[in-house]
């Protein structure tokens, strides 16, 4: 992959990030902003609600002084005694003015003079109309912000009509009950979270914008005066901010007297027509931006880091490529070694057997000379078998594909049948050679006994190969106590007197394809394939192999393995080979190579077993649909045939209409030594059974 395309890539692909940080970043500050402004909103009703209690609440109390002074008759000096004697909150007061003077008393005197108690209202435009005031009970009169004639507080004041009496005359004279209290007690009430909101201010308006209470940031008299002042609002504008405002809870984005961006929250104070309270804070209160923006610089100092990490693993990554390239082709090579020399190997015993073949036939008549040349035939064959079978064990190694079947079997059966598989080559070679067996208490076992004697064997000939006539192997196998439940340590220990391994291929004695450069080795059959397929079982058995070994001073491989005891320790029984229970049995065999064919229906015919060949699975079906019940006996199969294959022909067989074709034995045989077809058949015979 070229360098200029892997750094395009990844500038794009970091530019596409980072516009995609800041979008979303940006989604996110806008999402962030809309739920803090509702939040904001939120607690502005809440206030309201605060509000409203507390108006109702001071309405109350001077609607009950109107109602007990109006029905006791009073004069201005009785009824300032008796609210003077009813006061509770200390900063509270009452007025009470004669409508026609707009003057009479405060139930407090003034600041600088203890005895004066007078107060006048002639100066307080909002007692020219009247009209705002509402019988007892009916609503909240409550007035606008004003200054306190008495102690000049800015002040709030509930009022309601009240009828005094005239000490002179007796007659009743029309006043106005003023409950007094500064503006302060009310914004005692509107608490904002300090965390979020500190500059957060509130302020009260009425339907025309004119201030009830007005906040410090508001420097005109009227509410949307100040808004026109500072904001381009046209009449259409206006007026719309007007209904919104008085009729309905909302909030508008507007600029204060020095320019900054605001968010103003309002909402109708239900209690009184008209009038809203309003909730004022600048928007850099709200804090929405400053996270995201580190957001984007951490993300773009950690896609920075990425991109200069990535440069450096695709250098290295190229200089990996470069030694990865380097040992393929000297595995390459290897390989191409091994197939040099395999064909060599597997040559050799096919010229063998095709030579002493060739000479059988010319010489047919004298038998010790065919004798002679079929045992040297035989051990051909067997050395090209083996070699073919490394071959495929190691190529199932290599591709995961090796697997184990443990059965049950005897441990000590199976060093016996090692010691009489190896004697020929042992006596050939004229080798002293001892295999003990020593403290087996568990002789029945629960594994895959093929492999484990393919470990044995492969240890023990290369031990028997590369020792010299006159040397000396020795092998053992004893039981020890296992750390598994249930399970039984075997040691499996071969120790020879030949020619040794070099530390240099100790290291590498495991790989497949190797074997050691000597002279002495090059004269010896074999593939290099052995050992790894040996260490590759015995690490799919979890168990594990050692070696010692020096040039000219032999070599001792020791293999542990903990395996199952079987579930049930059988007797030995020996029995006689008696096959006449075969004898008059008749089997269909289909088989379409007309050599296997021969061979099967000769060795079958051996035991007294009649047979007949069907040329391919087509006429296997038409037979089976033909024969009279109970012709056969059960079926060879062949699995790859023309027409149809055995897996098909089998399927066929199944869904004849006969119970005895549904049933009969069907037995598969294949030459393909690849576990998957055996699995396969074992698949096909639990699902429906086919075979």
């Known amino acids: 992959m070229k360098k200029t395309f892997v750094i395009t890539a990844n500038v794009f692909i970091m530019t596409v990030m980072l516009i995609f940080v800041v979008l979303y970043s940006n989604l996110q500050s806008r999402q962030t902003a809309r739920i803090q402004v509702e939040h904001f909103e939120n607690t502005t009703i809440s206030m309201e609600r605060v509000t409203e209690n507390y108006l109702e609440g001071e309405q109350r109390i001077c609607d009950v002084w109107a109602r007990y002074i109006n029905g006791r008759n009073m004069t201005i000096e009785d009824a300032v005694s008796f609210i003077r004697i009813s006061h509770v909150l200390p900063n509270a007061s009452a007025h009470i003015v004669y409508l026609d003077t707009l003057s009479g008393l405060s139930t407090k005197a003034r600041p600088d003079d203890s005895g004066d108690y007078t107060v006048s209202y002639k100066r307080m435009d909002f007692l020219n109309d009247l009209s705002w005031i509402s019988d007892i009970g009916e609503s909240i009169n409550i007035s606008r912000a004003y200054t306190n004639p008495v102690n000049g507080e800015q002040s709030l004041a509930f009022c309601n009509f009240i009828n005094l009496r005239n000490p002179e005359t007796g007659d009743l004279k029309k006043a106005v009950l003023l409950r007094v209290l500064p503006v302060s007690e009310l914004e005692q009430k509107w608490i904002f979270p300090q965390e979020e909101y500190e500059n957060a201010e509130l302020s009260m308006i009425d339907a025309n914008g004119n201030y009830i209470i007005k906040g410090h940031s508001f420097k005109n008299s009227n509410f949307f005066e100040f808004y026109r002042s500072y904001n381009a609002a046209g009449p259409a504008e206006s007026k719309e901010l007007v209904q919104k405002i008085t009729a309905s809870t909302g909030s508008v984005s507007m600029r204060n007297s020095r320019g900054d961006e605001c968010i103003l929250a309002y909402t109708p104070i239900d209690t009184k027509a008209g009038w809203a309270l309003l909730s004022f804070l600048p928007v850099k209160e709200l804090h929405v931006r400053t996270e995201n923006w580190l957001l984007v610089c951490i993300v773009s100092a950690g896609l920075l880091i990425l991109f200069l990490f990535d440069l450096a693993v695709m250098l290295r990554f190229n200089q990996k490529l470069k030694e990865t390239a380097k040992e393929a082709a000297s595995a390459s090579k290897a390989k191409t070694d091994f197939l040099s020399a395999m064909s060599h190997d597997i040559r050799t015993p096919m010229n063998a057997i095709t030579g002493l073949t060739e000479i059988m036939k010319r010489n047919p008549d004298d038998a010790d000379a065919v004798k002679e040349n079929l045992e040297k035939i035989t051990l051909a064959s067997n050395h090209l078998l083996t070699l073919i079978n490394d071959i495929l064990d190691i190529s199932k190694v290599e591709s995961g594909k090796l697997k184990l079947s443990p059965q049950t079997f005897s441990i000590i059966e199976t060093v016996e049948n090692l010691e009489n598989i190896l004697q020929p080559m042992i006596k050939e070679k004229k080798i002293d050679f001892d295999i003990t067996l020593s403290n087996i208490e568990t002789e029945f076992l629960y594994a895959d006994a093929l492999r484990l004697n393919q470990i044995f064997i492969n240890i023990l000939s290369n031990a028997v190969k590369y020792t010299e006539s006159g040397g000396r192997v020795t092998a053992s196998v004893y039981e020890e106590k296992s750390e598994k439940p249930g399970c039984v340590r075997l040691t499996y220990k071969v120790s020879d007197t030949g020619i040794g391994m070099t530390p240099e291929y100790m290291e590498t004695m495991y790989q497949p394809f190797t074997r050691q450069t000597d002279s002495r080795v090059n004269n010896i059959q074999g593939t290099g394939l052995g050992l790894a397929i040996t260490k590759q079982m015995v690490d799919l058995m979890e168990g594990t192999i050692d070696c010692t070994s020096a040039p000219g001073k032999g070599t001792t491989f020791t293999v542990i393995l903990d395996i199952p005891a079987a579930e049930q320790q059988k007797e030995k029984m020996k029995s006689e080979n008696d096959d006449s229970d075969l004898q008059g049995m008749n089997i269909l065999v289909a088989e379409d190579f007309d050599v296997n064919w021969e061979i099967i229906s000769t060795l079958l015919g051996m035991y007294g077993i009649t047979t007949e060949r069907a040329e391919n699975g087509r006429v296997c079906v038409e037979k089976m649909r033909s024969a009279a019940e109970e012709s056969y006996d059960l079926i ?56």
Do not use: V
Request: net charge negative; glycine share 2%; charged share 35%.
């Open 636 to 691: 060879f199969m062949d699995i790859q045939m023309p027409e149809l294959n055995g897996i098909e022909a089998a399927k066929e067989i199944r869904t004849l209409d006969n119970r005895w074709a549904s049933s009969i034995p069907i037995i598969a045989m294949t030459a393909d030594a690849f576990s998957e077809k055996r699995d396969r058949m074992y698949e096909r015979r639990y699902e429906r059974t086919y075979i």
